[in-house]
């Protein structure tokens, strides 16, 4: 079983630019498609950005497309997502995701991933 714990977030004014991070215990990261999800208030979870299990696949949702990126950090062993030009309708928490079963495909829907973090807020101010 892995553990995720996100960080990251924090207020950003629109326009800057935010990088989160996935950190993974229990296991490393080798293993699993990770995904990030995000949730505003009063909406259903969805998918941002997806990793394939050995990095060399990702998938994002076209809402974020150019803007997002998700990618590894191997030094320090994370899962991070990039976040430009962020807009006031990016305000949500976030959350990273591991997929055991959907780990050889990049994939952005929630039932796919078995494992989650409790979410890091990110607020951005117009």
């Known amino acids: 079983q892995v553990q995720l714990v996100e960080s990251g977030g924090g207020l950003v004014q629109a326009g800057g630019s935010l990088r989160l991070a996935c950190t993974a215990s229990?296991?490393?990261?080798?293993?699993?498609?990770i995904g990030w999800f995000r949730q505003a208030p009063g909406k259903e979870r969805e998918g941002v950005a997806a990793l394939r299990w050995d990095a060399l696949i990702t998938y994002y949702a076209d809402s974020v497309k150019g803007r997002f990126t998700i990618t590894t950090d191997n030094a320090k062993n994370t899962v991070d997502l990039l976040i430009n030009s962020l807009k006031p309708e990016d305000t949500a928490v976030y959350y990273c995701?591991?997929?055991?079963?959907?780990?050889?495909?990049?994939?952005?829907?929630?039932?796919?991933?078995?494992?989650w973090g409790r979410g890091t807020q990110v607020t951005v101010s117009s």
């Open positions: 229990g296991r490393t990261f080798s293993n699993y498609g």
């Open positions: 995701a591991a997929s055991r079963i959907r780990r050889t495909i990049a994939s952005i829907r929630v039932e796919d991933y078995d494992y």
